[in-house]
C-alpha cells in the first residue's frame, strides 16, 4: 500500500512553469512505476508522463513532449513533473499515480489531485 499526495499546482501564465511533486508514503516509490495523468473539467482523465522504477525510460503523452519532463528521486520517495511553455490548454487537475508492472494497463493508486490553471 502506498499514498500519494501531489503539490506545486497553482495559477501560471502561458509560457510560464510549475513543478508538481508527488510524495509518497507507506511503501517506498522506488518499487512502483509511477506516472501522472490530468483531468480538465468536461473531460475523461488523460495520460501525461510516465517513469520506470530506475528512472529511464520515461514517455510522455504527444500534447506534453518536449514542455514536460517526469523525474523521480527514489531517496526521497517523491516523483517531479516539471512542466515549461504552459499553455491554456494544459489547464487540468493533476493526479500522480503509481503501479506495479510497467506493461500493466491500470494503474494501481492514485493521488487526490492538484490544480494547474494556465491564464492566457
Known amino acids: 500500500q502506498v499514498q500519494l499526495v501531489e503539490s506545486g499546482g497553482g495559477l501560471v501564465q502561458a509560457g510560464g512553469s510549475l513543478r508538481l511533486s508527488c510524495a509518497a508514503s507507506?511503501?517506498?516509490?522506488?518499487?512502483?512505476?509511477m506516472g501522472w495523468f490530468r483531468q480538465a473539467p468536461g473531460k475523461e482523465r488523460e495520460f501525461v508522463a510516465r517513469i520506470s522504477r530506475g528512472g529511464a525510460m520515461p514517455y510522455y503523452s504527444d500534447s506534453v513532449e518536449g514542455r514536460f519532463t517526469i523525474s523521480r528521486d527514489n531517496a526521497k520517495n517523491t516523483v517531479y513533473l516539471q512542466m515549461n511553455s504552459l499553455k491554456p490548454e494544459d489547464t487540468a487537475v493533476y493526479y500522480c499515480a503509481a503501479k506495479f508492472q510497467l506493461t500493466a494497463k491500470s494503474w494501481d493508486y492514485w493521488g487526490q489531485g492538484t490544480q494547474v490553471t494556465v491564464s492566457s
Open positions: 507507506g511503501r517506498t516509490v522506488s518499487t512502483y512505476v
